[in-house]
Nanobody, 115 residues
Framework: QVKLVESGGGLVQAGGSLRLSCAAS????????MGWYRQTPGKQRELVAR???????YYADSVKGRFTISRENAKNTAFLQMNSLRPEDTAIYYC?????????WGQGTQVTVSS
């Protein structure tokens, strides 16, 4: 069983920064791809950023240059540094881990950016 716990969300003014963390625990015996997704009411969950087991990264066009994904392999933890936040970044952010073709999700953390 794999458990993901996100933290670091909150309320911030436009132009501000937040850092999200995702701690993975359970039956994890290797470095696995991890990612951050976000979802707003009535919309599909969308990929924000992901990082591979080798450290390669991918970003959605909407966050390139503003968000940075990183990981600390020894602690099975991933981070999302979010700078220059915009009101349209407001969403619930979910951590994702891929393990043996299975997707695991955290409970989500709310990020609200006020204008």
């Amino acid at each position: 069983q794999v458990k993901l716990v996100e933290s670091g969300g909150g309320l911030v003014q436009a132009g501000g920064s937040l850092r999200l963390s995702c701690a993975a625990s359970g039956s994890i015996f290797s470095v696995n791809p991890m990612g951050w997704y976000r979802q707003t009411p009535g919309k599909q969950r969308e990929l924000v950023a992901r990082i591979s087991s080798t450290g390669s990264t991918y970003y959605a066009d909407s966050v390139k240059g503003r968000f940075t994904i990183s990981r600390e392999n020894a602690k099975n933890t991933a981070f999302l540094q979010m700078n220059s936040l915009r009101p349209e970044d407001t969403a619930i952010y979910y951590c994702n881990l891929v393990l043996v073709s299975n997707n695991y999700w955290g409970q989500g953390t709310q990020v609200t950016v006020s204008s």
